[in-house]
């Protein structure tokens, strides 16, 4: 059993169990990422089968947060254990029935505007929580600024001095909060895949899903967003300045370390070549 402080008083998160699964339940793979593939369990669970090559350490983080945020009451699927097939390791989530926001938002382009806030409503939500128990964003960050061969010796370096500069925040963030990663129940909208959700400075995230808004490559289907998403960003971030004190100069601050530490993630080739055309423009500012 693991203990949990909240606002004062001492609560209990139920321990997870360990699920093992036999091949033939498997069925028609519903969806993936880089990362895992996600498979129908049953009509009302799925599990996300994580490809090799990920460290169990950052399952056993999805795993983790995963819990916490559910604890937490926020609109995220219920988690109910780790499971295991044939030597790969899953988690196994609430089935939430319900297209992702990207889709809905290629049916209707002309509510952007509502989609876009929405996203920021969800997003300050979470803000709201404290991320005590989960790791640091901060220390997130350098690691993978650190990581990626991309960035000069020189230029890593003064990143680093300029986020260690920036405070440390102490709320919940998502850390990969965009229109994707957000099903759209017909209870309302569910905040999925919190694998690297953390503990920081809600500006921080703010900034990573702006820039992801920017400049992410669109999957497929999504082609009909390149000449809106320049607008969509502008009423995302309108909209969360409408429910917060934040200001964009708080934001800003945190572009270029997150745009150096998304040079370590598995991104398109081109979209490395703007982060890092960025990185090296804005750096100059620092010295």
């Not at 109910?80 to 209707?108: F, K, N, V």
């Not at 500006?203 to 490559?217: E, G, M, P, Q």
């Amino acid at each position: 059993m693991v203990e949990s402080s909240m606002v004062g008083t001492r609560k209990v998160i139920p321990s997870l169990g360990l699920f093992h699964l036999k091949k033939g339940d498997r069925k028609k793979m519903i969806g993936q990422g880089n990362t895992a593939e996600i498979y129908p369990w049953g009509d009302h669970r799925v599990v996300k089968l994580f490809r090799g090559g990920n460290h169990f350490s950052s399952i056993q983080r999805e795993l983790a947060v995963s819990r916490e945020v559910e604890f937490l009451g926020l609109p995220v699927p219920k988690v109910y254990g780790r499971a295991q097939l044939r030597g790969r390791t899953g988690i196994l989530y609430e089935r939430i029935t319900g297209p992702a926001m990207t889709l809905e938002m290629s049916r209707h382009p002309d509510q952007l505007d509502s989609f876009a806030s929405t996203l920021a409503q969800l997003h300050h939500q979470i803000h709201q929580k404290e991320g005590s128990r989960l790791d640091s964003q901060k220390e997130d960050l350098k690691r993978e600024i650190r990581k990626t061969d991309r960035l000069p010796v020189k230029t890593r370096d003064a990143v680093i001095r300029h986020l260690e500069r920036l405070p440390e925040g102490d709320r919940l963030c998502h850390c990969d909060f965009h229109p994707d990663n957000i099903l759209m129940s017909a209870e309302g909208p569910v905040v999925i895949d919190w694998m690297i959700g953390s503990r920081g400075a809600p500006a921080a995230d703010i900034a990573r899903t702006a820039l992801i808004l920017r400049d992410a490559s669109l999957p497929p289907g999504m082609e009909f967003f390149q000449p809106l998403r320049t607008e969509f960003r502008r009423e995302y971030l309108k909209a969360y300045f409408r429910l917060s004190p934040l200001s964009k100069e708080e934001i800003k601050a945190w572009e270029v370390p997150l745009a150096a530490a998304r040079l370590n993630e598995k991104i398109p080739e081109d979209e490395k070549a703007r982060l890092l055309s960025r990185v090296e423009r804005e750096v100059e500012t620092f010295r």
